[in-house]
C-alpha cells in the first residue's frame, strides 16, 4: 500500500478502478459530514479507511 518503492525511493503509480457498494444512510450522512469538515471527498475518506483496514489485517496476518 505503499505509495513510494521502498527499494527504490521511486513512487509507484497506482491505477484506480470504478467500484460499487451499498452503504446505510447513517454511513453516508457521517461520511458527508466528514468530507465537509475535513475538505477531503467521501471517496478519498473510504480509499483511506479501506487502507487502513488492509494494513492492520496485513499486520494482523502476519504477526497472528
Known sequence: W???DN???VPIIHTMKRVNF????LELEALKELSKR???SV??????????YL???V???QTG
Open 59 to 61: 499486520g494482523n496476518a
Open 7 to 9: 527499494l527504490s525511493g
Open 43 to 52: 471517496a478519498e475518506l473510504i480509499r483511506r479507511a479501506i487502507d487502513a
Open 55 to 57: 494494513k492492520l489485517e
Open 2 to 4: 505503499n505509495l513510494i
Open 22 to 25: 451499498h452503504l446505510t444512510s
Open 38 to 40: 475535513s475538505g477531503l
